[in-house]
Nanobody, 124 residues
Framework: QVQLVESGGGLVQAGGSLRLACAAS????????MGWFRRAPGKDREFVAA????????YYADSVKGRFTISRDNAKSTVYLQMNSLKPEDTAVYYC?????????????????WGRGTQVSVSS
């Protein structure tokens, strides 16, 4: 019943921008911390960003800090990831996830629900 559906992925040149969206259904969206993770070719899944239930607190991986911005619209049950100054090393499948805890977490096992992912490819 719970679904997280990512959109907005695609192919972009280095230095360009993309905006990912994750639409949630089947859950009380405002009760969940939302996060973005990614899996690059040949690498483990890694944390990208998280946002608190109310949207008042955010946390970013060092690799994306200053370039990516996470936000949420609880009225639309949607979380976003604005990605600027993209680099080839940002190429990965990006996953949206929902955690029931009340504060940010970088731990994947604290996230209860996951989307199927959307491909982001950055060319050099």
């Amino acid at each position: 019943q719970v679904q997280l559906v990512e959109s907005g992925g695609g192919l972009v040149q280095a230095g360009g921008s993309l905006r990912l969206a994750c639409a949630a259904s089947g859950l009380t969206f405002s009760a969940y911390t939302m996060g973005w993770f990614r899996r690059a070719p040949g690498k483990d899944r890694e944390f990208v960003a998280a946002i608190a239930r109310s949207g008042d607190n955010t946390y970013y991986a060092d690799s994306v800090k200053g370039r990516f911005t996470i936000s949420r619209d609880n009225a639309k049950s949607t979380v976003y990831l604005q990605m600027n100054s993209l680099k080839p090393e940002d190429t990965a499948v990006y996953y949206c996830a929902a955690s029931p805890i009340s504060f940010y977490t970088t731990q994947a096992n604290r996230y209860r629900y996951w989307g199927r992912g959307t491909q982001v490819s950055v060319s050099s």
